[in-house]
């Protein structure tokens, strides 16, 4: 345990970690469902909800322990997020709007979690 750490930071670590290791699970699913046969994708759709649903719960345990400081650090971070994912879908549409490129839904749904782990990451070193 580092000194600057406190016991809050300890227990947001393994919520945290859950949510990124189910946020991995879903990643490999979702590729995996794209080449399996017909009768692996519905158990693989299933799968991919049940980890949806724990990653939920993960984030809300994880959001729960948090100190004030973290939830000001999660709030900057989750405006962060917001506004890089509002950017990237008005641009995903505009090109999608040429037909040049096209995403599902479920892809942008992923790329949400990027710019909230980016901004988690620099308000927390920010903050330090």
């Given at each position: ?11 947001q ?6 949510f ?27 799968a ?31 405006r ?21 490129l ?19 990451m620099?308000?927390?070193?920010r903050?330090?």
């Amino acid at each position: 345990m580092h000194p600057e750490s406190s016991e809050i930071d300890e227990k947001q670590r393994n919520p945290l970690l859950a949510f990124y290791l189910s946020a991995l699970a879903f990643v490999g699913a979702f590729i995996l469902m794209e080449y399996s046969n017909s009768p692996w994708r519905e158990i693989l759709r299933i799968a991919m909800i049940a980890v949806a649903l724990f990653a939920l719960w993960a984030v809300l345990r994880f959001l729960g322990v948090a100190d004030e400081r973290q939830r000001r650090i999660n709030f900057r971070a989750l405006r962060f997020a917001f506004v890089v994912c509002l950017v990237l879908s008005l641009v995903g549409g505009f090109v999608q709007g040429f037909g040049v490129l096209r995403v599902s839904w479920i892809d942008v749904l992923g790329l949400e979690l990027i710019p909230w782990s980016f901004g988690l990451m620099f308000y927390s070193w920010r903050h330090q």
